[in-house]
């Protein structure tokens, strides 16, 4: 069966510092993965989606970045972070014809 | 572009009530309809979801229509307990460039009161 992971948890970081996030998928090949920010009060918006390695779509000019090193990993970076970058992420994987659209557990980041 | 507009909350109801939370959509075509749940700490869970006009989905107690005449998909339940306070978010898929991004409403927290 298929799993998504995604880590850590809980992030508390310094503005002005570096962020990465991971996360990765098992059980399925060429998955399309995204990346979604629930700010504090608001609901979810698309921040990057990847049909393939080394292939990033941008939703919303922003601080972060995204990368797709393999098949099943994607990434989410920043190098300088702000207060705005606080809120709860989301990684997610659907296959290509979006039978299933499946959610990792999620990292809330407090940028302090 | 596709949006998703949900009843504004938080809704505060006693055990047992009647509860709908209203949904509507704006999109280009048909678009599968979902509803995801999140209890508190917790990542998004799908609840349910209907694919096409006319469909009904439903789980655990929880049922939405697809009504194409009214671009909705509101969400009920007969008889809620305790444990269903959540936030619960309608959403619609898009299609873009060789994938599918899920577009959310704002959510709505539900609180349910013994």
């Known amino acids: 069966s298929q799993t998504i992971h995604q880590w850590p948890a809980t992030l508390v970081q310094p503005v002005g510092s570096p962020l990465s996030l991971e996360c990765t998928v098992e059980g399925t090949s060429n998955p399309n993965l995204y990346w979604y920010r629930q700010a504090a009060g608001r609901g979810l918006q698309l921040l990057f989606y990847?049909?393939?390695?080394?292939?990033i779509s941008s939703e919303v000019p922003q601080n972060l970045s995204a990368s797709r090193p393999q098949d099943r990993q994607f990434i989410l970076s920043s190098k300088k972070l702000l207060l705005s970058d606080s809120g709860f992420y989301l990684c997610?994987?659907?296959?290509?014809?979006?039978?299933?659209?499946?959610f990792g557990s999620g990292t809330r980041l407090t940028v302090v | 572009g596709d949006s998703v507009t949900q009843m504004e909350g938080p809704v505060t109801l006693s055990e047992e009530a009647f509860l709908t939370i209203n949904c509507t959509y704006t999109a280009t075509g048909y678009p599968s309809l979902f509803w995801y749940v999140q209890y508190p700490g917790e990542g998004l869970q799908l609840l349910l979801k209907?694919?096409?006009?006319?469909d009904k989905g439903s789980n655990k107690g929880f049922e939405a229509t697809y009504r194409k005449e009214t671009t909705s998909f509101h969400l009920e339940k007969g008889s809620v307990q305790v444990s269903d306070s959540a936030v619960y978010f309608c959403a619609l898929v898009a299609s873009i460039q060789g994938a599918q991004k899920l577009v959310f409403g704002q959510g709505t927290r539900l609180t349910i009161n013994p």
């Open positions: 209907a694919t096409k006009a006319d």
């Open positions: 997610a994987w659907s296959d290509v014809g979006a039978r299933g659209y499946t």
């Open positions: 990847s049909v393939g390695i080394g292939q």
